[in-house]
């Protein structure tokens, strides 16, 4: 496969989209959101980011734009899905970024772009031990409970989706979805990546700690950084403008 188009042509699939073009970028961000995220998610990211990279989103089957199909059940067919779409509608060069579940995504795509023969020039894992260590959560059969239990361990469930009737029959089977996709996870092993990979995280997440991210450095035969932000699992709410300075510094 190879990535097609030109510098002023941006094409969207169902599974990614351009989130704002800058025509003059130098390299292309594809962001991979958490359980239950959509690539909104990174939205503002287009102008802490511009001119000189250009922000895509990926959308998981179930929600926004794809609502109507079915949730990933399994990891095969979505990673070949989402690496088709990168290389056939990015221009190059691209980097990976994903957040939580969508940094194990983002290094299975980086894998299978790899296999490929166009790797992406970078990696970024967000908010994610490595992908031999166990997932942290256990998924209670009541929706209110999983929420509940989601917010405990992520400390990312807002009060007002919580206590919403409504809100939790919309969003806790997308979330539950996720988290199984999540945990069906099983690493096959294989030739680390070349490409660098940064590993990032929050100082006070209690799913990975420091030394939990520099693990990531056994995946790579390129550069390694990694680096922690103030901040919880979802750090990248409050430490905003020093995660796109950490980006743009690894990859302009």
Do not use: K
């Not at 094409?11 to 989209?17: F, G, H, I, S």
């Not at 990694?226 to 750090?235: A, D, L, N, T």
């Amino acid at each position: 496969m190879n990535a097609v188009g030109t510098i002023n042509s941006v094409r969207t699939t169902d599974a990614l989209n351009c989130l704002g073009q800058q025509p003059a970028a130098a390299l292309r961000l594809v962001c991979f959101p958490h359980s239950g995220g959509t690539p909104a998610m990174y939205r503002r990211w287009t102008a802490g980011l511009a001119p000189d990279v250009e922000v895509w989103g990926v959308t998981l089957p179930g929600r926004a734009r794809r609502v109507n199909e079915p949730f990933a059940r399994e990891w095969t067919p979505l990673v070949a899905e989402l690496t088709e779409a990168v290389l056939s509608e990015v221009h190059g060069p691209v980097a990976l970024f994903g957040h939580s579940l969508g940094g194990l995504l983002a290094f299975e795509v980086a894998r299978a772009m790899t296999r490929a023969g166009e790797p992406p020039a970078h990696l970024f894992v967000s908010a994610r031990a490595v992908p031999t260590a166990p997932h942290p959560l256990s998924l209670p059969d009541d929706d209110r409970e999983l929420l509940d239990e989601v917010d405990r361990v992520y400390n990312g469930v807002p009060g007002i989706v919580r206590e919403s009737p409504d809100m939790v029959r919309h969003f806790a089977p997308i979330l539950r979805a996720d988290l199984q996709l999540a945990i069906s996870y099983v690493f096959r092993p294989g030739p680390p990546l070349s490409c660098p990979i940064t590993a990032l995280g929050g100082a006070d997440d209690p799913t990975v700690s420091a030394a939990g991210l520099r693990e990531w450095d056994g995946y790579t035969s390129g550069d390694f950084a990694s680096r922690r932000f103030p901040g919880g699992h979802f750090y990248l709410d409050t430490a905003e403008r020093e995660v796109l300075g950490t980006v743009w510094q690894h990859i302009i």
